[in-house]
């Protein structure tokens, strides 16, 4: 079983959130795209070299975390700049051909959808797996997930969800604030993949 975890990746916060509920999901045995965690590939091992040589990263570091990580973190926290350190830039192109592999290869979508309003890169990427579901039988489902309590005390009235994108969700799966609804149906969908072959 595959799945994409859609959801914004701008905050650390969300980063962590999408993170430990990844973590869950491979702890139960399902293959999980997050699209954050594919910058990392982006740094070549010459950027650790670089950060060291420029003192941002010390040798003893490298004991107790992989040096791409560290790498990562000091562009993402704004202490360094990529391309000071070798590392491509993030192009559209390159973004879509990355994220699109992992959407085409996914038979589910978890989506975070916390915020005011659905992130549109997620919205998006629910629309693309949902076009794929209508004539990929091995795309079982989209489900939303949700932690903003602005959202749960709705959730009698579609959480407040953008109605198109919640009827898009709701035609082939559901949304909750239960994570464990969540790990229980993709369980569920890898058996019947699993039958399938």
Not at 98 to 122: E, I, K, P, R
Not at 125 to 151: H, N, W
Request: overall charge negative.
């Amino acid at each position: 079983m595959k799945v994409y975890f859609a959801g914004p990746l701008f905050t650390p916060c969300v980063r962590q959130t999408i993170a430990e509920q990844a973590a869950i999901l491979r702890h139960h045995g399902i293959d999980v795209f997050v699209p954050h965690e594919q910058n990392k590939r982006r740094v070549p091992p010459e950027a650790v070299a670089r950060a060291i040589d420029l003192g941002l990263i010390r040798q003893e570091d490298l004991a107790g975390r992989p040096g791409v990580d560290l790498v990562w973190d000091l562009v993402r926290n704004g202490f360094a700049k990529a391309e000071d350190l070798g590392i491509p830039p993030a192009t559209p192109e390159s973004v879509f051909e990355v994220d699109y592999g992992g959407l085409s290869a996914a038979n589910a979508v978890v989506a975070l959808l916390d915020g005011t309003q659905v992130d549109d890169g997620t919205a998006c990427e629910i629309g693309v797996f949902y076009a794929e579901m209508r004539t990929d039988p091995s795309k079982k489902g989209i489900l939303g997930y949700v932690t903003d309590s602005r959202s749960v005390r709705k959730a009698e009235h579609g959480y407040g969800l953008n109605l198109f994108v919640l009827g898009v969700i709701e035609e082939c799966g559901w949304v909750t604030h239960d994570f464990s609804r969540i790990v229980a149906q993709l369980i569920a969908w890898g058996a019947e993949l699993q039958a399938d072959r």
